[in-house]
């Protein structure tokens, strides 16, 4: 049972580099997020989706796309790089609607380096 | 909008000793309300959940929860800390499973031996 898959784990780029940060799911849950995670600041929302065709922006989306064209997948892309954007990244998947089951699963993270 | 507090930055307790972890939120609508924990170089794990019903929440690891709607608290408690729970604790809440997850910036929990 793999949960929530993210790659890398580790990434170096260079400021104006462009990388995608993959992120898969094997629950079959709708809904999926990215969050960044950064020192004092808790997690902030990048982009999510409650399905596939379906994209919204959070709190922070400046500086990154997202598609959704499969219920497992939600990569995030960098379109280019800047040092502002070293953090670590949270990709999180959980069912939609009003059910019990609405707690979200994370992956284990990408720790994203600007130099 | 939705929007978590977690007055303390750190909470240090002693083995043994109760542990309380506090969280306020702010939202229009009944809440999901969530604790989760992240272990060092970890991603986030899932502890306890309040969605309605008993206002008292049993999680994983002997944590629970109580919800209190008049001071929109949703407090995380231990009876019994351990070295092992020192960890980040974060505490969240949506409005449904079609809404943003919005998180707290996190209490650092210290259990000194």
């Known amino acids: 049972n793999a949960g929530v898959t993210q790659t890398p784990k580790f990434q170096v780029l260079k400021t104006g580099q462009s990388m995608t940060l993959q992120c898969a799911q094997d629950m079959n849950h709708e809904y999926m997020s990215w969050y960044r995670q950064d020192p004092g600041m808790g997690l902030r929302l990048i982009h999510y989706s409650v399905g596939a065709g379906i994209t919204d922006q959070g709190e922070v989306p400046n500086g990154y796309n997202v598609s959704r064209s499969t219920t497992e997948d939600f990569p995030l892309r960098l379109l280019s790089a800047a040092p502002s954007q070293t953090s670590v990244y949270f990709c999180?998947?959980?069912?939609?609607?009003?059910?019990?089951?609405?707690?979200?699963?994370f992956g284990q993270g990408t720790r994203l380096t600007v130099v | 909008a939705q929007s978590v507090a977690q007055p303390e930055d750190q909470v240090n307790v002693a083995e043994g000793n109760p542990l309380t972890v506090k969280c306020t939120y702010s939202?229009?609508?009944?809440?999901?309300l969530f604790w989760y924990v992240q272990y060092p170089n970890r991603g986030l794990q899932f502890l306890l959940k309040y969605i309605t019903g008993d206002n008292l929440v049993k999680g994983s690891y002997g944590f629970e929860a109580e919800f209190n709607k008049s001071q929109t608290s949703f407090h995380l408690k231990k009876p019994s800390a351990l070295v092992s729970d020192s960890a980040l604790y974060f505490c969240a809440v949506r409005l449904s499973g079609n809404t943003p997850l919005v998180f707290g910036k996190g209490t650092r929990l210290s259990v000194i031996a």
């Open positions: 999180a998947s959980s069912q939609t609607g009003y059910e019990t089951n609405t707690e979200a699963f």
């Open positions: 939202v229009s609508g009944n809440p999901y």
